[in-house]
């Protein structure tokens, strides 16, 4: 898989999945522009510490891919916020707007930049958006309602660009990881994991790395006919009982 050249975007390319996709990207040759809320620890690439929460950030964001790159080839939303795994009745308006604002207003405004970016540039080449989204978009689980929620949103959303891009040299995808091996997941317990892989016809998490190659996949030239779908990277668990 070659990405030689390609201008991608990565956001919460600090964290977990993150980092492990801006490592996939680089050695597939892409030149990557890290975005996190924090500096990350990938020297050599194009660092940029963006809050995607704030619609001021991410307009400034867009004027510097403009004046830098012209365009990009390929947008990962990756960045997003898990929320407290509490009742639904406990949940606040807070909460509720805090979530919105990363996981589903962010991945909106970063959609519209490089489309723009992309429109502008006369669209002759391909522009591939990838959306992190989650198994619990069609799965919800328990105490998640606001995750649960945004990351349907997100699934949704990347149908919608698809079916309305999909002439103009835009492919739009969104990646549903399931239960992952991240260490100290914020509100799982040893047990509440064990019994979570339990339900995995693998029989175990998700590696970062696997998520990585995935999209890696995805930006490529080898996935032209993949547009307007999910991709469920979860080990089976969609089809468990």
């Not at 405004?109 to 959306?131: F, I, K, P, W, Y």
């Not at 198994?135 to 309602?145: D, F, K, M």
């Not at 914020?186 to 994991?193: E, L, P, R, S, V």
Request: charged residues 20%.
């Amino acid at each position: 898989m070659s990405l030689q050249g390609k201008v991608c975007v990565i956001t919460g390319a600090a964290g977990n999945i993150g980092k492990a996709a801006v490592e996939r990207f680089i050695e597939a040759g892409a030149v990557v522009v890290a975005v996190d809320r924090v500096q990350g620890e990938h020297e050599g690439i194009d660092w940029q510490v963006c809050d995607l929460g704030e619609s001021s950030a991410i307009l400034q964001l867009e004027q510097y891919l403009k004046d830098k790159y012209g365009k990009i080839d390929c947008l990962v939303n990756n960045a997003g916020l898990g929320g407290i795994r509490t009742p639904f009745h406990e949940k606040t308006a807070d909460e509720f707007d805090a979530i919105n604002r990363v996981n589903i207003r962010g991945p909106f405004e970063l959609m519209q930049v490089a489309l723009r970016l992309h429109l502008d540039a006369g669209a002759s080449s391909e522009l591939v958006l990838l959306n992190i989204s989650s198994i619990v978009a069609t799965r919800p689980e328990p105490l998640a309602s606001l995750y649960s929620m945004s990351r349907a949103a997100v699934l949704n959303l990347s149908h919608c660009v698809a079916k309305e891009y999909g002439r103009r040299n835009v492919r739009s995808v969104a990646v549903s990881p399931g239960f992952m091996e991240i260490p100290n997941i914020q509100g799982f317990t040893a047990d509440d994991k064990a019994v979570m892989y339990d339900n995995v016809p693998a029989g175990r998490g998700g590696k970062t790395r696997e998520v990585a190659d995935t999209l890696c996949w995805l930006a490529s030239a080898e996935a032209s006919y993949i547009n307007g779908t999910e991709i469920k990277v979860d080990g089976g668990y969609h089809c468990s009982i």
